[in-house]
């Protein structure tokens, strides 16, 4: 809203200025709400947060919100300052310099919306990216520039000083930077093509074809190579985006949860809130119900085992909350993790076997052991 509202106030402004009327005074409240509403929000973040609000995750966010609030007050008491004192042009220069600072006030915006957010960080990762762009296109440009250039020298060197067509190439190609520029704007949209070769084409027919291979380079090639850098820089920061991964996983286990849940209540023909095995097999018998369940990422092939992995406790019957947890952790092929832990498990029972295996063996060589010792002792004595 307050984004809208400086736009409105802008407009508003000039309106006054043209008109030579004053400025409505209504404006001036109205900014100072919001500058009370945007100083008790920051207060209560920084209650909230307290330390975190400073080295925080959003640390500078929160310096940044500070900063334009800043300004703003600064713009109230230099308004203020320019009102009593109309002959203070250095406070009004002052207050024109932060008026524009609060513009950036449209910067807050972004954290609001995902997809916005995505592109300006897309941007400002990209600038590296862009500014070699912009050196390959700019090499290109000048190499074509120049090649242009040396035709149209030529003949503008042979012509006679009345000839019309040495005034139709001084229009794009009177220098080098004004040919960069005619070549650029053929690309971009500034000017057509076909206008721009129209007079090269007269001096030489060859110059036809090289100016089409120009256009057909850049429009096709560099510039597609060029968006197609942005596209996969858009897509790596909104896949490192921290919110979008959180939203995203929630979603997508709310929408899992929902869909087990309705598999559930649609088999749990009784409504008792327990589904056992003869109405899961049921269940599982229509194609459909069976190829949504594969669709949730559940083997049905061993049914009758899923069923007993689903049951923990073997009461034959299984509560919503056992199927979901239950299908939740059945979901999918083997995670790394899952099957790290299940070596584990086995290391650990294989230790532990081997610990018993050898009691045992103690305890089995002990007896063999008095046994001897109770033979030999008569040997002994003899």
């Known amino acids: 809203l307050n984004v809208l509202l400086i736009g409105v106030i802008a407009n508003d402004r000039l309106k006054a200025g043209l008109e030579k009327r004053g400025e409505s005074v209504a404006w001036e409240y109205i900014e100072i709400c919001f500058l009370l509403f945007f100083v008790g929000e920051l207060l209560l973040r920084f209650l909230a947060d307290n330390v975190l609000f400073i080295v925080g995750h959003d640390q500078r966010w929160n310096m940044f919100d500070s900063a334009l609030v800043a300004f703003s007050i600064a713009e109230v008491l230099l308004s203020r300052l320019t009102d009593v004192n109309l002959s203070n042009v250095t406070a009004a220069r002052i207050l024109r310099f932060v008026r524009f600072i609060r513009v950036v006030r449209i910067a807050r915006a972004v954290r609001a919306f995902h997809s916005l957010r995505v592109v300006v960080f897309a941007i400002f990762e990209s600038i590296m990216s862009l500014m070699w762009c912009f050196i390959v296109v700019g090499m290109i440009i000048y190499m074509f520039a120049i090649f242009f250039l040396y035709g149209v020298t030529e003949y503008v060197n042979s012509a006679p000083s009345d000839d019309s067509l040495v005034q139709e190439l001084e229009e794009h190609f009177s220098s080098v930077s004004a040919a960069c520029y005619s070549l650029f704007m053929t690309i971009s949209g500034g000017v057509d093509w076909v206008d721009v070769m129209a007079p090269l084409k007269k001096i030489h027919w060859t110059f036809q074809p090289m100016f089409s291979f120009y256009v057909f380079v850049m429009v096709i090639g560099v510039l597609n190579v060029v968006m197609g850098a942005f596209v996969a820089a858009t897509a790596e920061i909104a896949k490192r985006d921290r919110e979008v991964l959180i939203k995203t996983e929630i979603k997508e286990f709310q929408t899992y949860t929902n869909k087990i849940k309705t598999f559930f209540t649609e088999a749990d023909k009784d409504r008792s809130g327990l589904l056992c095995w003869a109405e899961f097999e049921q269940h599982l018998k229509v194609p459909k119900v069976a190829a949504y369940f594969r669709a949730l990422e559940l083997d049905t092939s061993q049914a009758h085992v899923l069923f007993k ?74």
């Open 309 to 382: 992995l689903l049951d923990r406790d073997g009461s034959d019957e299984v509560s919503l909350d056992e199927f979901l947890a239950g299908c939740i952790k059945l979901k999918g092929q083997a995670k790394s993790l899952e099957v790290n832990m299940l070596l584990y498990e086995n290391q650990l029972l294989y230790e532990r076997i081997s610990d018993f295996m050898k009691v045992i063996q103690e305890a089995c060589m002990l007896p063999q052991e008095c046994l001897k010792g109770s033979l030999m002792k008569p040997l002994l004595a003899r």
